[in-house]
Nanobody, 124 residues
């Protein structure tokens, strides 16, 4: 089992940047594929980005492609989401998720473990 804790959310103006972190407990972080999801008020939770066990394979939703970068540091048991050129429509609670595996996972049911979420608010 793994516990996930997100950090790095906050309030930023449109065009600004934030970097989210997801710290995982345990010694087997490299055994997990990871993902970032977000949920805006009144909307469903959606995939933002995902990364395989090594960091060598990634996925991005069309809405963030070219602006966000997902990465992981297995030595630090941490995953990151660098968010650039933020827009008001990026406002949401961002969640990290994990599941045992090798290949990228992009669906909510595919993940077994979730963090508590961190709020990102982008003002216009």
């Amino acid at each position: 089992q793994v516990q996930l804790v997100e950090s790095g959310g906050g309030l930023v103006q449109a065009g600004g940047s934030l970097r989210l972190s997801c710290a995982a407990s345990g010694r087997t972080f490299r055994s997990y594929v990871m993902g970032w999801f977000r949920q805006a008020p009144g909307k469903e939770r959606d995939i933002v980005a995902a990364i395989n066990w090594s960091g060598g394979s990634t996925y991005y939703s069309d809405s963030v492609k070219g602006r966000f970068t997902i990465s992981r540091d297995n030595a630090k048991n941490t995953m990151y989401l660098q968010m650039n050129t933020l827009q008001p429509e990026d406002t949401a609670v961002y969640y990290c998720a994990a599941t045992r595996g090798i290949a990228v996972v992009t669906t909510i049911p595919g993940y077994d473990y979730w963090g508590q979420g961190t709020q990102v608010t982008v003002s216009s």
